[in-house]
């Protein structure tokens, strides 16, 4: 996936889920960026201010079975992060991960099924 095909799911999604309000920069990274094996995406996000940055992994580092190899998805959770970031605290995070997962498994599977 180019760069610019990232950017452009970006403001896809952004729209979709109504964080048009947010500034949002997106790019790729490297296996070594993530600090989890598991991990394929990350953001940093400063509230007070609505800005974001998202980083997905590089799509050829996505060679471990276990890694997902949906970039799209990858950017839709971590946007949905944006409306769920403030919701409880550490020992809600498992939580929070896990909802955030389905919803964008959900929203994905929506927009694509209508293609």
């Not at 993530?34 to 394929?40: A, L, P, Q, W």
């Amino acid at each position: 996936m180019t760069t610019r095909k990232l950017q452009s799911l970006l403001a896809k999604w952004q729209k979709i889920l109504r964080l048009q309000d947010w500034d949002v920069t997106i790019g790729f990274k490297r296996y070594n960026f993530f600090n989890s094996e598991y991990n394929t995406a990350k953001t940093v996000f400063r509230e007070a201010i609505k800005t974001a940055d998202v980083f997905i992994m590089a799509e050829i580092d996505r060679f471990d079975a276990n890694l997902s190899k949906d970039i799209e998805l990858d950017v839709v959770h971590e946007l949905i992060h944006l409306h769920t970031m403030t919701f409880g605290d550490e020992d809600y995070r498992l939580s929070e991960e896990q909802a955030t997962e389905a919803m964008a498994k959900a929203f994905i599977g929506l927009d694509r099924a209508k293609k």
